[in-house]
């Protein structure tokens, strides 16, 4: 699982949302933040002076993507749409994520990519079956260890 955190001009919002709206990936969250990088700013120029602006406007994306194979479609519709070819286009890193826990299940903990494909349980199906958290985590062991599971 991997945070993908974008920072570009504001003006390129809506297309990105747009881009990414095509990917499989739909969660985001969008915070508007002042900084400086490469361009340190802009001077402005007039009949009375001059004054630089060395703190400009852009908006951060952040994106957490479950499958690491869709990094880099995300990453791709992003420089896509937030591009124009001028300097502070912007910035896009991409950071691990160790683990993720939905505040909605209240302490059920969800194992990305040790449980996906290896014949591990969904711990939502445990959740919903109503049973306790640590009886969730004795059926796992279990699973890893091929025993059976008396409830």
């Known amino acids: 699982m991997k945070m993908v955190i974008a920072m ?10 747009d881009a990414l709206s095509e990917t499989p990936v739909h969660g985001m969250t969008i915070t ?3 900084g400086r990088g490469e361009q340190m700013g802009i001077t402005f120029t007039n009949r009375v002076g001059s004054f630089k602006v060395d703190e400009l406007e852009k908006v951060k994306v952040e994106i957490a993507v479950e499958d690491d194979d869709l990094v880099d479609q995300v ?4 420089q896509d749409a937030a591009y124009t070819g001028n300097p502070g ?13 939905k505040i909605r299940n209240r302490g059920a903990r969800r194992l990305f990519h040790r449980g996906r494909g290896r014949g591990l349980p969904s711990p939502i199906l ?6 306790t958290v640590p009886m969730y985590f004795r ?4 699973l890893r260890t091929k025993e059976k599971v008396s409830g």
């Not at 286009?89 to 826990?101: A, C, H, N, Q, T």
Request: hydrophobic share 45%; aromatic share 10%; charged share 30%.
């Open 126 to 131: 445990y959740y919903n079956q109503k049973l």
């Open 32 to 34: 508007h933040v002042t």
């Open 139 to 142: 059926a796992l062991d279990a």
């Open 8 to 17: 570009f001009r504001p003006e390129r919002l809506q297309a990105v949302k």
């Open 89 to 101: 286009d912007g910035r896009i890193f991409v950071l691990p994520i160790e683990r993720s826990i």
């Open 75 to 78: 990453i791709d519709a992003i």
